[in-house]
């Protein structure tokens, strides 16, 4: 039941830098950039876009946003729980079980190769890698839009 | 088995619920912080809409539900029961959520939404046995044009216990139990046995601790109602 080699820390890595003439200061409003974030390389935007198409995995980030790190069973409840909310639905033990062998699966680990988070196998802690701040700022635009205010039910 | 007996046996069991909100509903489910009932809070981002509370057991989920039906469920809408406006609502949701669970600082409009929860099915099975304890006949009397609506239209077996503080008189079809004084006058309860579908069993039951302040549980475990409702019968019919 291991979803990746852990920790995985892909955008943690060199910054090969590529002529994006958009600084990430710019695209960052918030004060909650990271500290080691590297810069953007080619194929990042394309590989988190690629990956969070997925609702379950962008909903697990959100709270990653939040929390920086949580356990991955923590993560399965969040993410049922708060999609089940946002369409004005309860959540079961049976949905919440799938949403956990997805997890487990297949999300943790898509989102682990684009970059976007780690996973520590003796602790099962899910956490936010160090990924550039453009693509944090996706993400929590991407929240902004998707949990906050009239949202879409 | 005694109403007490009930109540402490539901205590026993441990539930801990989590909200997971912005952090402005943090406090929303205080009324369930109780001795068996842990209340955490983590947070969600602080655009975050919908809050959500989940519940777990031991650590293991149990269910999960949006914080706009616990909103909806600490101030319910009352309806009559046989309209369908009772069918599918947020409320009914929270009760097949929360079920088993003994909750504290219950109000009576909270008690009465989830009375109608239980008349409603009873409404719509349509016969079977349901039992109906009020505190005083005088609140019996307050209910009872449902009551006789509930007589005439079903082949329900009603039975009404109270408590006398007036002359005794109800619907044809609706068997009255008066009690002297005991028991009865602390204690809001209804079954309803499901009308031979055990999946339809349902029962409330809520001590009257502080003027106006109830605690108790709700059930779908026909067991448990079964139990109840053996009770009251063994007792006071």
């Given amino acids: ?153 | 088995m005694t109403f007490r007996d009930a109540l402490d046996a539901v205590e026993r069991r441990q539930l801990d619920l989590t909200v997971y909100a912005s952090d402005r509903d943090r406090d929303l489910v205080a009324p369930f912080d109780t001795r068996n009932v842990t209340v955490d809070y983590r947070s969600l981002p602080a655009d975050a809409e919908t809050g959500f509370l989940v519940l777990r057991q031991r650590g293991e989920f149990v269910a999960s539900i949006g914080l706009d039906q616990v909103r909806e469920f600490l101030d319910p809408p009352i309806h009559r029961p046989w309209t369908d406006d009772l069918v599918g609502t947020a409320y009914r949701a929270l009760l097949g959520v929360l079920d088993d669970t003994l909750c504290h600082s219950l109000d009576r409009r909270q008690l009465l939404a989830t009375t109608r929860e239980i008349e409603n099915r009873a409404w719509r099975v349509g016969w079977g046995d349901l039992l109906v304890g009020f505190q005083r006949l005088s609140a019996f009397h307050d209910q009872m044009s449902v009551y006789e609506t509930l007589a005439e239209e079903t082949d329900l077996e009603i039975h009404v216990y109270a408590e006398v503080d007036r002359e005794l008189s109800g619907p044809a079809n609706v068997t009255l139990h008066p009690d002297p004084g005991g028991e009865i006058g602390d204690y809001w309860f209804l079954t309803f046995d499901g009308g031979g579908d055990e999946l339809q069993a349902c029962a409330l039951l809520a001590e009257e601790r502080d003027l106006g302040a109830y605690t108790g549980f709700w059930t779908y475990d026909a067991d448990r109602v079964d139990d109840l409702a053996t009770y009251v019968r063994e007792t006071y019919d």
């Fill in chain 1, 1 to 153: 039941m291991s979803p990746a080699p852990g920790p995985v820390t892909a955008c943690a890595g060199q910054s090969m830098s590529r002529p994006f003439g958009v600084h990430s200061s710019g695209l960052m409003p918030d004060d909650r950039r990271h500290p080691d974030a590297p810069s953007l390389r080619g194929g990042d935007v394309d590989d988190a876009f690629a990956t969070l198409r997925n609702r379950e995995r962008r909903f697990a980030l959100y709270f990653l946003l939040e929390h920086e790190t949580a356990p991955i069973e923590e993560l399965a409840d969040v993410v049922v729980g708060w999609t089940a909310a946002s369409t004005g639905a309860t959540a079961s033990r049976r949905r919440r079980n799938r949403v956990y062998v997805d997890l487990v699966h297949s999300h943790v680990p898509a989102m682990a190769d684009a970059g976007l988070v780690s996973y520590d196998e003796t602790d099962a802690n899910v956490s936010l890698s160090p990924c550039p701040d453009a693509i944090r700022s996706f993400v929590r635009r991407a929240c902004e839009v998707e949990t906050g205010p009239g949202n879409a039910r």
